[in-house]
């Protein structure tokens, strides 16, 4: 790193010098990298299928709550969300610290959803 250091001090080849200073830390990087990640294969693979087991679990739940879920339902409960988002919106919710900045751009949202998703 002293070598760099001195070459780049008294500017021999700055664009030659610093390409290769980055090659070789990227290298190093690179190498740390997979040599710390393999070691994290096996215990990454058990929290995934862990997590995709309990989405098998939940999935029958979902489903049946969506499928007894109205229109008129979701229409409410979106009405409720924007009354919620409108009253926060001006500063005057105080209770998550969140306040919008004057002038900020805000997010309309469609009336009413085209598509359906199905699962």
Do not use: C
């Not at 390409?19 to 990087?29: E, M, N, R, S, T």
């Not at 058990?46 to 229109?71: F, G, Y």
């Not at 339902?73 to 004057?102: F, I, M, N, V, Y």
């Amino acid at each position: 790193m002293g070598v760099f250091a001195a070459l780049n001090q008294i500017e021999i080849a700055p664009a030659i010098v610093n390409g290769l200073f980055y090659a070789i830390l990227a290298v190093i990087a690179g190498s740390a990298i997979i040599a710390i990640g393999g070691g994290g294969i096996t215990p990454m693979r058990a929290k995934w299928e862990q997590a995709l087991n309990r989405v098998d679990q939940e999935a029958p739940a979902i489903k049946s709550e969506a499928a007894n879920t109205s229109k008129e339902d979701l229409k409410a409960h979106a009405e409720q969300r924007r009354a919620q988002a409108e009253s926060a919106g001006d500063g005057s919710d105080t209770s998550t610290g969140a306040t919008r900045a004057p002038g900020s751009p805000t997010i309309s949202l469609p009336e009413e959803e085209t598509t359906r998703r199905t699962y």
